[in-house]
């Protein structure tokens, strides 16, 4: 089996910065698209930023500018580095990762995997 694991949520004034980290573990043959996606209360989950395997990069409009993705892919790591952050950004963040790994000595198997999610809180 596989996971994800989010790090460095936390509470910052509008205006500040923080960065999240996420690391896939477990028996992984490869990594594709990794990204973010975030949830606010009352809101439905939605795109923050995606990286593909070749590093193309896609991240939804309201962060344009100011958030920057990025991945390590000999540590399976993927990066978000938010700046000029808003209250609008307050949300719980999680990590994505569409992901390969080995069931068995001979088999891979293949799906869409979510961390548990970690909490942005963005004060005015």
């Known amino acids: 089996q596989v996971q994800l694991v989010e790090s460095g949520g936390g509470l910052v004034q509008a205006g500040g910065s923080l960065t999240l980290s996420c690391a896939a573990s477990?028996?992984?043959?490869?990594?594709?698209?990794m990204g973010w996606y975030r949830q606010a209360p009352g809101k439905q989950r939605e795109l923050v930023a995606v990286i593909g395997s070749g590093g193309i990069t896609n991240y939804g409009d309201s962060v344009k500018g100011r958030f920057t993705i990025s991945r390590e892919d000999a540590k399976y790591t993927v990066s978000l580095q938010m700046n000029s952050l808003e209250p609008e950004d307050t949300a719980v963040y999680y990590c994505?990762?569409?992901?390969?790994?080995?069931?068995?000595?001979?088999?891979?198997?293949?799906?869409?995997?979510w961390g548990k999610g970690t909490l942005v809180t963005v004060s005015s």
């Open positions: 994505y990762a569409d992901m390969t790994y080995w069931r068995s000595r001979e088999e891979t198997w293949s799906g869409d995997y």
């Open positions: 477990g028996s992984i043959f490869s990594i594709d698209a």
